[in-house]
């Protein structure tokens, strides 16, 4: 059967109220947006949607028909109106005129720039044609589960007929391009009263009069199939369980072991964020008879293995008797041997134009009895490659009907390194200074720990966010989840002084993103009082929090920065007045004078690992900083006998420079010590204090 989630029927979502009084493009948007709302009708990215519209000419104002269509690299499920392309219908035509076959085909796409109508300077993607050239007014391209599932199936044309008869067609695989879109016009003409067309290998085309019918006919086609797998697809799948599945705790124990390892395998050339996924439907093929050989067959459809790679790694591991260890010490073997498979695959098969080989690590890490594994530039990356291979084991589960079948080996070379696949990936925009660079930050719903975790996340940094404080934790990831995107930042209740809590909270960041690059350790608090007055407990909190707390983090980050063999980097927020003495403050001053002085053991050990170590000592950051709110702010008011709202103009005025100091100066120190830029720099200390005499360091 196909699990619970694949088998359920695609619901009818079309509103007609919502759509009363839109536009024809407004529709297609609206369609489009509802069809990419269910990973199983198409994936992220994949799949696209048209219309044929009636426009006015903005040079003639003669009335054109205007061809929109999903522009390159959009996602239906998220596109805006500014997302399709827009190409005159009647150039389009004109282009089959100086079509010189299929030999030449790629040199299609050069011309469609030459189609756009209104200056549109969204780029058309290599499926125009494929749109431009069914003579149906609202065209829908999907790559659902169910009818991949038919597609990659041995006998796929016989079962398209057996489930749809005359309404669906099917045709042969053919890379997408422009002789695929002659083709499928083809198709069209010869068999009008046809909906639709299953292409090998690959994907749905169903179409209609009105963008209600276009929606509703791919509903149906897609419930149809998966009606008629629930019915027929009744064997164990993927041949039976043979192997138990973990609990949830053992297996996330597992991954957050593995993770780390894994990523700093393959890290060299560029740095990788993982992700985990334990769903049912993959620990129903990672405990399966058939794991192995269906893993070597890769996947079919072309969306699924650009993202994926053209088959994953099986990691080896025996649930019923957990060797964690034996699996650890083989990782490295296994991915050399990897690589080097994936070496021989690009010879076997590359040509004399091809681009040079890519990175040749495996992106799928398959582990029995616990899940899966991807790695990928940054998170979304690896989260959405993850959902891609969900996609194909769906696909491999109901092909089972007939036997499944991947693309040949020549014909998924030549999608991987398609010069035009390669021209795109050339138009990416260059990585930011810290992508694929993981950090945590403790005391990061404060002041200067948000300031940092936003300066960190404007580079393209990874973040989690560790803190006591849960109503201004959710508040921070929140805020920056909604400026750089739900992907890149994460937040754990920690404790610093509490090993139990800082091991669960790191574990927690593991499991989340992978590994771990940079540690900022800015826990804090601030007390002020004569010694006579200050209580143990004062005293001892103050230690525990800004002494034994970044001692704990400190630990817990070297023994992962070991364990990836990457390096790593640790900057702590200190303070001046661990340089420098004030009176009515020994508590805080000398856990401060301590955390200063673990940082330079921590650079001595970890140098030789190429852990640097380094700390930012502000001075006076009144505004945004959680620890002068409250008693620390008046005590320090009434040492200098004065009102508490004249303190931040007499630290600006006592400073060097007369400038106040803010979170985001903070941030911007910690990361010049966190980048690239300080890459030769440990044991070091950078104030910013707009200037302060006594804290010079030398």
């Given at each position: ?277 334990d769903s049912q439907a993959v620990l129903d093929f990672v405990t399966s008879k058939n794991l192995e050989p269906l893993a070597a067959l890769g996947t079919s459809c072309p969306d699924h293995f650009l993202r994926t790679k053209i088959r994953p790694l099986v990691v080896d591991f025996d649930p019923a008797n957990p060797d964690i260890e034996k699996t650890v010490a083989g990782l490295s073997e296994a991915i050399v041997a990897y690589r080097a498979d994936y070496a021989a695959y690009y010879e076997r098969c590359k040509r004399a134009d091809s681009p040079a080989m890519r990175d040749p690590n495996a992106v799928v890490y398959l582990v029995p009895g616990v899940g899966m594994i991807t790695f990928a ?279 060097m420079l007369k400038l106040s100091v803010f979170p985001e100066d903070i941030a911007e120190a910690i990361y010049f010590l966190a980048s690239d830029m300080s890459a030769k720099s440990t044991g070091n200390i950078v104030n910013v204090d707009a200037g302060n005499a006594q804290s010079f360091t030398r």
């Open positions: 059967m196909l699990d619970k989630q694949q088998g359920a029927r695609l619901a009818n979502l079309w509103d007609e109220a919502k759509v009363t009084g839109m536009s024809e493009p407004e529709k297609l948007l609206y369609r489009s947006n509802l069809l990419g709302s269910d990973k199983r009708i198409t994936n992220y990215g994949g799949g696209n949607t048209s219309a044929k519209v009636m426009e006015k000419d903005p040079l003639t104002g003669e009335m054109v028909e205007v061809l929109w269509v999903k522009g390159s690299g959009g996602d239906v499920g998220t596109i805006k109106l500014d997302g399709f392309a827009t190409l005159y219908m009647d150039k389009l035509r004109a282009l089959k005129g100086i079509y010189r076959g299929v030999e030449f085909e790629d040199e299609m796409v050069g011309y469609l720039p030459h189609c756009t109508f209104n200056l549109n300077p969204r780029a058309a993607s290599i499926d125009t044609p494929l749109h431009a050239y069914v003579p149906k007014t609202h065209v829908d391209h999907m790559h659902p589960d169910a009818i991949i599932a038919i597609a990659a199936s041995q006998n796929s044309k016989e079962l398209t007929q057996q489930i749809f008869g005359d309404e669906i067609g099917w045709l042969p695989w053919k890379r997408p391009g422009y002789e695929l879109g002659l083709w499928l016009e083809k198709f069209c003409l010869e068999n009008p009263k046809a909906r639709g067309v299953v292409l090998e290998s690959h994907g749905l085309f169903t179409w209609g009069d009105t963008a209600k019918e276009a929606y509703e006919t791919t509903i149906e086609i897609i419930n149809r199939a998966i009606a008629w797998f629930e019915a027929e697809n009744t064997a164990p799948a993927f041949g039976g369980a043979v192997k138990p599945a973990l609990d949830s705790a053992e297996r996330a124990a597992i991954a957050k072991r593995l993770m780390p390892i894994i990523r700093g395998l393959i890290s060299a050339a560029e740095k990788k964020v993982g992700h985990f996924d530039k940054d998170k979304a990356t690896a989260r959405i490659s993850g959902e891609f291979y969900v996609n194909a084991i769906n696909v491999m589960r109901g092909a089972s009907v007939s036997t499944y079948v991947g693309l040949p080996e020549q014909e998924a070379f030549d999608i991987e390194y398609w010069l035009l696949e390669e021209a795109k990936l050339q138009r990416m925009p260059k990585p930011k200074s810290l992508a694929g660079r993981i950090a945590l930050v403790t005391g990061g719903a404060g002041g200067i720990g948000k300031a940092t975790a936003n300066r960190l996340m404007q580079e393209g940094a990874c973040v989690v966010l560790a803190d006591i404080d849960e109503t201004a934790l959710e508040a921070a990831q929140t805020e920056l989840a909604g400026r750089y995107g739900k992907d890149f930042v994460r937040s754990v209740n920690m404790n610093v002084t509490s090993e139990a809590a800082v091991e669960a909270g790191f574990g927690d960041a593991l499991l989340a993103f992978g590994g771990l690059d940079i540690l900022v350790s800015n826990a804090g608090l601030a007390s002020s009082a004569a010694i006579e007055d200050t209580t143990l407990a004062l005293w001892s909190k103050n230690i525990d929090i800004l002494t034994t707390g970044y001692f704990l983090v400190s630990r817990e980050a070297f023994r992962i920065f070991r364990n990836q063999k990457a390096g790593g980097n640790v900057v702590f927020v200190a303070s001046k007045n661990g340089l420098a003495a004030s009176p009515g403050a020994s508590a805080y001053c000398t856990a401060k004078a301590a955390e200063i002085h673990l940082a330079r053991c921590l650079a001595l050990e970890g140098a030789s690992a190429q852990i640097r170590v380094n700390v930012v000592n502000p001075d006076a950051v009144l505004r945004g900083s959680k620890i002068w709110t409250g008693e620390w702010k008046e005590q320090r008011a009434a040492a200098y006998k004065m009102d508490v709202d004249d303190l931040e103009a007499h630290y600006r005025e006592r400073s």
